[in-house]
């Protein structure tokens, strides 16, 4: 072979090599998941264990370990889903520090860290720390506040914290719809605050139900106000600039909402992170006071949102 198919095959050599290291990476993440689907967590923790030997930590590595943490909470093992966060928290925070990485730099991080500190406070929780676990979550949310974590963070926090308190103002500068009033001048009335998403599939099948609830409650003068935010991409993920962006989202509503066309629409990312709507639809109910009565990341069927408006609703 002369030295032009030697170094040929020297660089062939070098793109197979990385080709087949992204694709152990890639994959990792799906098979610890695939696993863990199937309750076989030695199997998940052997993988990673292999994994890590292989290419040390890795971004990947740490968003797959942090599954194994939430799969150990969805069965009740709080020691072994702290272990799984603390180790997923510790080496992300380490990779931060010492590689002077940026959290949201890469999809994986940002995931590995948030579901860390979400399974840490829900573990304190669960053990009847609530306490310590809101500090964890608000250290937290001091040291991210400016990230991607914020809103996940603060949902954690919302979830331990925020029922009873005085519902956070919304931002109402940019809307869609009418004008949307303000939380402050709608204390006397029992309010629905529906987050959304025009992507959210959840959010559409839930659309149905708030209208549904708003005809029921309108003579117990319920008041639904749906916020939601840019994202940066319009119809099948194409970038889309702000503009183009809000016809979209008003296309979306006249298609899928067509019982809520004259719902108020907040259009701001601070309001989502106010109220920690990381998970699309967010629904908040408050009573006549202004308070929060429900605080609930997720669907919810007629019959359950009906109950939580229905005590809002009383006098």
Same mark, same amino acid.
């Given at each position: 072979?002369?030295?032009?198919?030697?170094?040929?095959?020297?660089?062939?050599?070098?793109?197979?090599?990385?080709?087949?290291?992204?694709?152990?990476?890639?994959?990792?993440?799906?098979?610890?998941?695939?696993?863990?689907?199937?309750?076989?967590?030695?199997?998940?923790?052997?993988?990673?264990?292999?994994?890590?030997?292989?290419?040390?930590?890795?971004?990947?590595?740490?968003?797959?370990?942090?599954?194994?943490?939430?799969?150990?909470?969805?069965?009740?093992?709080?020691?072994?889903?702290?272990?799984?966060?603390?180790?997923?928290?510790?080496?992300?925070?380490?990779?931060?520090?010492?590689?002077?990485?940026?959290?949201?730099?890469?999809?994986?991080?940002?995931?590995?860290?948030?579901?860390?500190?979400?399974?840490?406070?829900?573990?304190?929780?669960?053990?009847?720390?609530?306490?310590?676990?809101?500090?964890?979550?608000?250290?937290?949310?001091?040291?991210?506040?400016?990230?991607?974590?914020?809103?996940?963070?603060?949902?954690?926090?919302?979830?331990?914290?925020?029922?009873?308190?005085?519902?956070?103002?919304? #931002?109402?500068?940019?809307?869609?719809?009418?004008?949307?009033?303000?939380?402050?001048?709608?204390?006397?009335?029992?309010?629905?605050?529906?987050?959304?998403?025009?992507?959210?599939?959840?959010?559409?099948?839930?659309?149905?139900?708030?209208?549904?609830?708003?005809?029921?409650?309108?003579?117990?003068?319920?008041?639904?106000?749906?916020?939601?935010?840019?994202?940066?991409?319009?119809? #099948?993920?194409?970038?889309?600039? $702000?503009?183009?962006?809000?016809?979209?989202?008003?296309?979306?509503?006249?298609?899928?909402?067509?019982?809520?066309?004259?719902?108020?629409? $907040?259009?701001?990312?601070?309001?989502?992170?106010?109220?920690?709507?990381?998970?699309?639809?967010?629904?908040?109910?408050?009573?006549?006071?202004?308070?929060?009565?429900?605080?609930?990341?997720?669907?919810?069927?007629?019959?359950?949102?009906?109950?939580?408006?229905?005590?809002?609703?009383?006098?």
């Amino acid at each position: 072979m002369g030295q032009c198919g030697l170094v040929f095959a020297g660089i062939l050599i070098g793109i197979i090599s990385w080709v087949t290291l992204s694709f152990a990476q890639s994959d990792l993440i799906g098979d610890v998941r695939a696993q863990l689907a199937q309750n076989s967590f030695s199997a998940a923790e052997s993988e990673l264990r292999a994994y890590k030997v292989q290419h040390a930590v890795t971004p990947e590595y740490l968003e797959a370990l942090s599954w194994m943490a939430r799969a150990a909470v969805s069965t009740k093992h709080w020691d072994q889903a702290a272990a799984y966060a603390t180790e997923a928290r510790n080496l992300s925070e380490l990779q931060l520090t010492t590689t002077k990485r940026k959290l949201d730099a890469e999809p994986y991080l940002p995931i590995a860290l948030g579901a860390a500190y979400e399974v840490l406070s829900q573990e304190l929780a669960e053990k009847g720390q609530r306490a310590k676990a809101v500090s964890l979550l608000r250290t937290a949310l001091a040291r991210y506040r400016n990230t991607s974590l914020q809103a996940r963070l603060q949902k954690n926090l919302n979830l331990l914290a925020l029922v009873g308190q005085t519902a956070p103002p919304l #931002q109402v500068t940019q809307y869609l719809g009418p004008k949307p009033p303000t939380l402050a001048s709608l204390k006397g009335s029992p309010v629905l605050l529906f987050f959304w998403a025009h992507w959210c599939g959840d959010c559409k099948a839930e659309g149905s139900v708030i209208a549904r609830l708003r005809q029921e409650f309108a003579p117990q003068g319920l008041v639904v106000i749906g916020p939601t935010q840019l994202y940066g991409y319009a119809a #099948q993920g194409a970038d889309a600039a $702000p503009e183009h962006e809000r016809a979209y989202i008003e296309s979306v509503r006249a298609r899928y909402y067509p019982g809520l066309r004259d719902m108020p629409v $907040p259009l701001s990312n601070q309001n989502f992170n106010a109220y920690g709507a990381s998970t699309t639809p967010t629904l908040v109910v408050l009573n006549r006071a202004g308070q929060v009565a429900m605080y609930h990341p997720g669907a919810l069927s007629y019959e359950e949102l009906r109950s939580a408006v229905r005590t809002a609703a009383a006098r």
